[in-house]
């Protein structure tokens, strides 16, 4: 064996030293390749995969994106678990291909299950390679799922359009404006009369077809939509093979490129000829119509008229009916505080007549009494006559001092109106007599003071109201041309309101006219007003100003004072017979037992008509009278008497009631009852009339 010299031994450690170095350069390519190689796979958007002996020896960043999976989990999965188990069979037979020779590459389409479990479509394209000593193959698989999409919805589009085109009647068109093409569809041909596939599918087949009156028009409607990319829909005629003409509708709609160009128009032709000639037919058939409807139209205007007068009388009628039903509600409300009040008055009158015939005549007392006793008359008359004017009732015209009426009207109209209106009054103290009605005069009051308030509104003001005499001589200018000279006692009303306009101050006596929001007025206070004024030979006039206010002045006929001799009253009388009393309110009783007693009388009081049904059956022939009140409860007064007259047949009865609308003198009298007194009564009223009653038995 030949030994190593050191020379030897030198060159070998030299060569192993540069074998080593040459080693760490192409290690360093190559990891250099590889990171290139990795830089360039990860940057493609398709998944880079390469794979042997079917599992994944390389998959990029692309593939954990498409299928879900981590590199990983990728690496440590079989390639068939991510194929769709319906395309294995394909995907198995192209790879089998690709080892046979038959291809070296290979694309086609598939779908995939992502790690979610979803389905997406992929397309594979794929080669064969050695890698190391065994066969390996490299992929690229791109996902293609929103192509598939749009390509099934496309298909599906073009069926659909297809099933549209072969069934509809009318004509579909496709312009292709950048290539100048159009592609019709439908029955293009038997709507212009030709055999089928007869007429030329062109824009300028089209175009000749437009009739030469309507052709202007529908090119210029058509060149203004490609320039505005305004609506297309249009009406026109079209000329047939035979010549025959037709009415067309065209719509359209636009497609657009990216710079918002129309590059293709869809749309379709209908027939709309039998639509326009029934609008023609109707046409005509509306012309004779209108002649007709002219002739018509002036026979029924005078009938129209009258209907309008017979409907205003209609509607007069119906607020009149109204405003009866609210005054009978008014009434029936009134009559209920009549009662309680007559009760109360009575009571007031009865015990002052009583203290007053028991205190000197002389004292101051005495006459103290007798104001008390004249302040509850004039209550039970005033009460008297709101009832009548709640109801509307015609009473009786008598000699009246107007002053005197304004003045007791206002007593009952402050409280009634607004503290911001200030009332002056200028009244008389004599040569104002008129024949009048003072519940009627009292309405007049109330509804021009009401009227002013109104008119004045929430800010209020000053209300005027005077009472003066006027004479006008015969040849004297008169306040309207059909008064008669003589002499009037005037009422006059003034506020300082919004007055009243030129256009209207005519109509504002008339029924049912008002300038009030609804709901504020009926229209009917001043033509009640105007009613009564004439109802009573007077006359009305109004003087205004906008932004100054009215003035309403009455015009009444003035009579001279009639003096009326005070008859001696005849002196009260009493008797020794047997009363029973009856009344519910106690305070009545105990009046009514005390002063008939004092005028002699037996007198049995109770406040129950039971009760005093019950003691009339134990000595029916003691009592010569009986005396009920009507409002009772349990049996009112008409009921008690048909009770007692059952019992007795020849008791005379008389039956009192403040006020009641469901009696009257008739109903009683055909009851059996002698008497009907309204409360309240004076001792002097109810001893005469008691006295009538059994002087009439004693006669018999």
């Known amino acids: 064996m030949n030994k190593l010299t050191y020379e030897d031994l030198k060159k070998r450690i030299q060569l192993l030293e540069e074998a080593a170095d040459e080693a760490r350069r192409v290690q360093d390519v190559l990891h250099e390749s590889e990171e290139k190689f990795r830089a360039l796979a990860d940057s493609v958007p398709a998944a880079v995969m390469l794979y042997q002996d079917d599992r994944w020896i390389y998959v990029n960043r692309a593939a954990e994106n498409i299928t879900g999976y981590s590199a990983r989990e990728l690496l440590a999965m079989n390639f068939w678990d991510i194929v769709h188990p319906d395309h294995r069979a394909l995907v198995r037979e192209r790879g089998r291909k690709r080892e046979r020779g038959e291809e070296t590459a290979s694309h086609y389409e598939f779908k995939i299950i992502t790690k979610d479990g ?6 594979l394209t794929g080669a064969s390679t050695m890698i190391g000593d065994r066969p390996a193959a490299v992929v690229s698989i791109a996902d293609i799922t929103g192509r598939k ?4 919805a496309l298909r599906a589009s073009e069926e659909r359009f297809l099933i549209i085109s072969l069934t509809t009647s009318d004509a579909i068109w496709d312009w292709n404006i950048t290539e100048d093409k159009v592609e019709w569809f439908g029955d293009i041909d038997g709507m212009l009369g030709y055999d089928t596939g007869e007429f030329p599918r062109t824009f300028e087949a089209w175009e000749k077809a ?3 009156d309507d052709h202007d028009r529908v090119m210029a409607t058509l060149k203004q939509y490609l320039h505005t990319q305004a609506p297309y829909d249009e009406e026109y005629r079209v000329v047939q093979k035979n010549g025959g003409l037709r009415y067309w509708t065209d719509r359209g709609i636009a497609l657009h490129d990216e710079e918002g160009d129309v590059v293709r128009m869809i749309g379709a032709c209908t027939d709309i000829t039998e639509r326009k000639q029934a609008e023609e037919a109707l046409r005509k058939a509306h012309d004779e119509l209108e002649l007709r409807v002219e002739e018509r139209t002036a026979q029924l205007s005078e009938a129209l008229k009258s209907l309008q007068r017979e409907m205003e009388e209609r509607k007069r009628a119906e607020e009149v009916l109204r405003r009866r039903q609210k005054l009978e509600a008014l009434g029936t409300l009134a009559g209920g505080i009549a009662h309680d009040f007559n009760n109360i008055l009575a009571g007031i009158i009865g015990f002052t007549e009583m203290v007053l015939d028991d205190t000197d005549p002389a004292s101051p007392e005495h006459h103290r009494l007798g104001l008390v006793l004249k302040g509850a008359g004039r209550g039970r008359d005033l009460v008297k006559e709101i009832l009548a004017f709640s109801y509307q009732a015609e009473l009786k015209q008598e000699p009246v001092a107007l002053s005197d009426i304004v003045q007791e009207s ?7 109106l607004p503290t911001t209106t200030q009332i002056q009054s200028n009244l008389l103290t004599g040569g104002d007599m008129i024949l009048a009605d003072p519940a009627q005069m009292y309405q007049v009051l109330m509804n021009l003071c009401t009227n002013s308030v109104q008119a004045m509104g929430r800010r209020g003001g000053v209300l005027e109201i005077s009472v003066a005499r006027d004479h006008f001589k015969k040849d004297a200018r008169m306040p309207l041309p059909d008064m008669k000279p003589g002499d009037y006692v005037t009422l006059r009303v003034r506020d300082n309101g ?3 306009k030129p256009g209207i101050i005519e109509r504002i006596f008339d029924p049912f006219f008002t300038t009030k929001a609804y709901g504020e007025g009926t229209g009917l206070g001043l033509s009640v007003v105007h009613g009564i004024v004439k109802s009573h030979g007077g006359f009305l006039t109004v003087e205004s100003e906008p932004g100054k206010g009215s003035l309403f002045s009455i015009y009444l006929p003035r009579i001279e004072r009639h003096e009326v001799k005070a008859e001696e009253e005849p002196l009260l009388r009493g008797g ?6 009856v009344d519910d309110e106690d305070i009545l009783v105990e009046l009514n037992n005390q002063r008939l007693s004092q005028l002699g009388y037996d007198v049995v009081g109770t406040t129950s008509s039971i009760e005093a049904l019950k003691i009339f059956k134990k000595e029916p022939g003691r009592f010569h009278l009986v ?3 009507y409002t009772m409860p349990d049996m009112n007064g008409v009921d008690l008497a048909k009770r007692l007259l059952q ?17 009257s003198p008739d109903k009683a009298r055909r009851a059996g009852i002698r008497e009907f007194l309204l409360k309240p009564q004076s001792k002097r009223e109810l001893g005469q009339a008691i006295r009538r009653v059994l002087d009439s038995e004693t006669k018999r």
């Open 118 to 123: 979803t389905e997406r479509w992929v397309g």
């Open 149 to 152: 999409g749009t390509e099934e």
């Open 210 to 212: 437009v009739h030469p």
């Open 410 to 416: 206002l007593k009952l109209l402050r409280p009634l």
């Open 498 to 500: 919004h007055g009243i």
């Open 576 to 581: 020794k017979e047997s009363i029973l009393f």
């Open 627 to 629: 005396i009920t009140d």
């Open 647 to 663: 019992l007795r047949d020849d008791v005379p009865i008389i039956l009192c009631t403040g006020y009641n609308e469901d009696v």
